[in-house]
């Protein structure tokens, strides 16, 4: 069975506007990492300071599809400074407040 939860990115951008685009376009790649829906953040204290939330209905999947050298020539492409940071989240409980 898979495991399903959230995927959290974290990346510093130089532009997010040239960023976002690349983003945007690799839908294909986050649909087949089991991606169902997105959210993008920014720190208020820096909005060039990117937060991706990702729901997933596979964890698995998601890890695999993201470990492929190729995201991170896109990412460079796109103007990511520095590292980026992936979180996998299993879901243990949830409740609606």
Request: hydrophobic share 35%.
């Amino acid at each position: 069975m898979s495991r399903k939860g959230v995927v959290v990115v974290q990346h510093r951008v130089k532009d997010y506007n040239r960023w976002r685009p690349f983003f945007v376009e690799d839908g294909r790649r986050q649909r087949k990492a089991g991606f169902t829906h997105w959210r993008i953040g920014s720190n208020i204290d820096d909005p060039n300071d990117i937060i991706i939330v990702f729901d997933c209905k596979d964890l698995d999947k998601a890890k695999e599809v993201y470990s492929d050298p190729e995201v991170a020539k896109i990412v460079k492409k796109a103007g990511v400074i520095g590292k980026t940071t992936f979180l996998l989240v299993e879901d243990v409980e949830s409740r609606k407040l």
